[in-house]
């Protein structure tokens, strides 16, 4: 069994920052991407950021130049630098991990962190 545990999250006031962390523990042989995804009050979940093996990233349009996205391959843990935060970036994010375990080819979630941006 594969556990993300996530923290992080918090009040910030528009235009500060904040890190999230996503660590994943258990029976992991190898990860083929970690991202974060967001969901506002009355929307879908929406893909914030991602991260392959290889290094690469991805980000959504609204939080390009402001997000980071990295990871420690040696932790199997996950980070979101949030900068310039915008009222609009309020939501409940969650870390997202798919990787091989003894359960085979899998998707995992964390339990999800309140980010909220206040103006």
């Known amino acids: 069994q594969v556990q993300l545990v996530e923290s992080g999250g918090g009040l910030v006031q528009a235009g500060g920052s904040l890190r999230l962390s996503c660590a994943a523990s258990?029976?992991?042989?190898?990860?083929?991407?970690m991202g974060w995804y967001r969901q506002a009050p009355g929307k879908q979940r929406e893909l914030v950021a991602v991260i392959i093996s290889g290094g690469s990233s991805n980000y959504a349009d609204s939080v390009k130049g402001r997000f980071t996205i990295s990871r420690d391959n040696a932790k199997n843990t996950v980070y979101l630098q949030m900068n310039s935060l915008k009222p609009e970036d309020t939501a409940v994010y969650y870390c997202n991990i798919n990787c091989y375990s003894w359960d085979g080819l899998k998707d995992y979630w964390g339990q999800g962190t309140q980010v909220t941006v206040s103006s």
């Open positions: 258990g029976s992991i042989f190898s990860i083929n991407a």
